[in-house]
């Protein structure tokens, strides 16, 4: 369980310098933007912007690549599979009993591939690009209720906490004999159990612990909280809205008004 | 590749290890080279500040961690050829936390486990179990609810734990931080009790008293070595690299020293031996 990594890396390209609330619409119109698109081409087209933005917030490949290594795995099997289930149309390239599969099937698959990529690289931007502290303050301005954003906070900060501990009671049980990848199922499950319950009590002594210190911290003496940072939008902030918003607003417009086939 | 000592210079000693260098992902060098010996029934302090190499020493010695140059031997045989769970019958190892190992029902079953993951026979299971537990002075509470107990049983229930697999070795990590006066000697009490049942102990601490009170070998490690092993009169002999290696020296040797021009030698570490060398200087008179 090391894979609790922070996706962000420190920068000051635009898209760090953005309002995360820029970002997190911004976001949000391209993920609806992939929905809209159903044409191979367009959506690769999307596809390579949602990169050279990834590019531009100085995402090394390597960051990517480990981000994308589930969602590459989903891609894979579709673009397997979804021929298989989806043997729509002409030409039919094969046909074996009740084994078909046309090129537009194929075709199909490859979109809807191409389309999830497009879904999880987005959100990336965001991720790449935006501390985690930024993001929940500006959840917390968008009007999520500060204890929420402060849950929310404190999850994130404490997962790769979380992630040590589970390796040290792993490491505790390993020197207690105990072999993870050996014996029955019903031994694994077993075996298990003697790391969740550590791991849950440890978690469950931590979270009381907290919550002592926040209180002991005055928190929640006063319904109106002051913010020391307070973020606020820039004209460049506004520009780059619009933007987004256009690169959502226009397609949708050409087709649903225009009924133009993209 | 340097060949590999014959077995018979280090067939005295339970644990060896030679030359172990341990870098850390990410590239801090934990350990920068490490020559051990352990014999049969040694009580070795391991003493440092924190960061100074102390438990990524003792986890390369049970396996836990793998030292990435040189090479450690356990009751004879290469360790890198063992499993961790093959190396805890040799090297049993309690962590500093026992809230990260307990999780059965009751404190039998808790001592139960590692011996069961070993594949003992029911017979010595039950007999390793009983020993475990009566030595440890849990017999009042097996049936509690590890979990449940006070800081102080819960370190006695992980010790027992893993005492319960019978290894030589037991290395104790910092088995007194958060404990009474009260708990911290009892809890010493039992271990010296296993000292003199045969059982090689290893102590990682910060505690110089404990370590004057109970240790015949202290190793000091500063900076990923073991910059002294001696005895511990040796150690508080040299307050200079206790000083540096970021020790307290117990008051008492302080005290000594200070008191050094008056013929009192440096290498006292309990006030009984403080009494003594006055005693002495007065002619033992009261």
């Excluded at chain 1, 505790?172 to 019903?186: L, N």
């Excluded at chain 2, 391991?46 to 396996?63: D, F, Q």
């Excluded at chain 2, 088995?175 to 271990?191: A, K, Q």
Aim: proline residues 5%.
């Amino acid at each position: 369980m090391t894979g609790f990594v922070d996706l962000y890396t420190e920068g000051n390209t635009f898209l760090h310098r953005m309002d995360p609330r820029v970002k997190i619409l911004g976001v949000l119109f391209l993920s609806a933007l992939a929905l809209i698109v159903a044409n191979l081409y367009d959506l690769l087209l999307l596809l390579a912007l949602i990169l050279v933005l990834l590019a531009i917030g100085r995402a090394t490949l390597r960051k990517m690549f480990y981000a994308l290594k589930l969602v590459l795995r989903v891609m894979v099997l579709i673009v397997i599979l979804w021929p298989f289930f989806n043997p729509v149309g002409e030409p039919v390239l094969f046909h074996y009993g009740i084994i078909k599969i046309t090129e537009p099937g194929i075709v199909n698959g490859i979109t809807v591939a191409v389309r999830i990529a497009c879904l999880a690289s987005v959100w990336y931007i965001l991720m790449f690009t935006t501390a985690q502290r930024d993001l929940v303050r500006a959840l917390v301005k968008m009007g999520l209720r500060f204890d929420f954003g402060l849950a929310l906070s404190i999850a994130l900060r404490f997962l790769p906490t979380f992630g040590a501990m589970v390796e040290s009671i792993k490491d505790a049980q390993r020197a207690r004999g105990m072999e993870f990848d050996k014996g029955s199922i019903f031994k694994r499950s077993k075996n298990y159990v003697a790391v969740l319950v550590p791991t849950i009590v440890s978690a469950l002594r931590t979270a009381d612990t907290l919550s002592l210190a926040l209180q002991s911290r005055a928190y929640g003496a006063r319904r109106d909280r002051t913010y020391l940072r307070d973020p606020a939008m820039r004209p460049t902030d506004y520009v780059a809205l619009a933007l987004f918003g256009l690169a959502l607003a226009l397609p949708a417009f050409a087709k649903y008004v225009l009924q133009i086939h993209i | 590749m340097i060949p590999r000592p014959s077995g018979k210079i280090d067939q005295d000693f339970f644990v060896v290890a030679r030359d172990i260098k341990y870098t850390y992902e990410g590239g801090i060098e934990a350990l920068k080279g490490i020559n051990l010996r352990i014999k049969k029934g040694e009580f070795i302090a391991i003493v440092g500040g924190n960061g100074s190499g102390k438990t990524t020493l003792a986890k390369s010695l049970n396996g836990l961690l793998r030292p990435t140059a040189g090479s450690v031997d356990v009751a004879g045989r290469p360790a890198a050829t063992m499993t961790v769970a093959e190396l805890a019958r040799f090297v049993g190892y309690a962590f500093q936390n026992p809230d990260h190992q307990l999780f059965s029902g009751t404190v039998e079953e808790e001592v139960r486990f590692g011996p069961k993951n070993l594949g003992m026979p029911d017979g010595e299971v039950k007999k390793q179990v009983e020993h475990a537990i009566v030595l440890m002075g849990l017999d009042g509470c097996r049936s509690s609810q590890p979990l449940s107990l006070t800081l102080g049983l819960r370190r006695k229930v992980s010790i027992a734990s893993v005492i319960a697999m019978d290894p030589q070795v037991i290395l104790l990590d910092e088995p007194t931080t958060g404990l009474d006066g009260r708990e911290m000697s009892d809890l010493m009490s039992c271990v010296r009790a296993l000292n003199e049942e045969g059982h090689t102990i290893i102590l990682i601490t910060h505690d110089m008293r404990l370590v004057a009170q109970h240790a015949k070998r202290v190793l000091v490690m500063a900076g990923g070595r073991v910059v002294l092993d001696s005895d511990p009169a040796g150690v508080f002999s040299d307050l200079e690299i206790l000083q540096s290696s970021k020790l307290e020296p117990p008051p008492v040797t302080v005290l000594a020293h200070r008191l050094a021009e008056f013929g009192i030698p440096l290498d006292i570490a309990t006030p009984e031996q403080l009494v003594e060398q006055v005693m002495a200087l007065l002619g033992g008179k009261r």
